[in-house]
């Protein structure tokens, strides 16, 4: 479904060259449960950014779903991620002055998808994540287990094959995160593409796979055993 060769990314500065990534080549299949690890500033949300067409190598070639992504345009970009994607954030990224049901709804709206649609769509993510019942309530009425439960309703409201998240248990206690990854493994199970990056040894070891970077490169990558 993923697959990059020999990816790497630098950034400039008016006086100094960062390479954030190094010659990095991996495959993610279909389905799979993987789990991007290593220390802060080692390239994990880079190589995120990177597979969710949210950033372009500086070298290397990337193909996503089996369309090269240098041959595309901005436009289509765009489309890919719309039609394809769904995205989960440390700090939850809710819009305050909406419902939780309004959030989910938003990632439907640029998609040509009738209101009763919608709703029926909204409805499904909020009680697939169990909170059905927190509908009506805004961010702020929400624990924190409660409000990323409401941000992975709307990664997955409109049916995306990929899902990346960038430390998505960071925010949250140990009971609330062991339940997010369980949530995560449960959407993989059923044949949604997880991608997550994770300090956590305890959550990375709900993934199929674990890959570990250092200074930008790929440094190990382990499969759970069957």
Do not use: W
């Not at 709900?206 to 440094?219: K, P």
């Amino acid at each position: 479904m993923l697959t990059l060769q020999n990816i790497s990314k630098d950034y400039y500065t008016s006086e100094v060259q960062t390479r954030a990534l190094e010659d990095v080549s991996l495959e993610i299949q279909a389905g799979e449960f993987v789990a991007v690890m290593g220390p802060s500033g080692c390239g994990k949300s880079t190589l995120l950014n990177i597979l969710g067409l949210l950033d372009s190598p500086t070298s290397g070639s990337y193909r996503f779903m089996g369309e090269p992504v240098e041959r595309c345009s901005e436009r289509q970009l765009t489309a890919l991620r719309r039609a394809a994607l769904g995205f989960v954030f440390q700090s939850f990224n809710l819009i305050d002055d909406l419902t939780v049901a309004a959030n989910v709804e938003v990632a439907l709206l640029y998609r040509r998808i009738g209101a009763a649609e919608r709703r029926q769509r909204v409805a499904a993510a909020l009680e697939q994540m169990g909170i059905a019942h927190r509908a009506r309530h805004f961010p702020r009425q929400l624990s924190g287990g409660q409000q990323q439960r409401a941000a992975i309703a709307r990664a997955i409201v409109a049916q995306p094959k990929l899902i990346l998240a960038d430390e998505p248990t960071g925010n949250l206690d140990s009971s609330n995160g062991e339940n997010v990854m369980s949530l995560l493994a449960a959407l993989a199970g059923n044949g949604t593409t997880v991608v997550i990056v994770t300090h956590s040894l305890l959550h990375a070891a709900n993934a199929n796979r674990t890959i570990r970077l250092l200074d930008g490169r790929v440094l190990t990558e382990t499969r759970l055993a069957a």
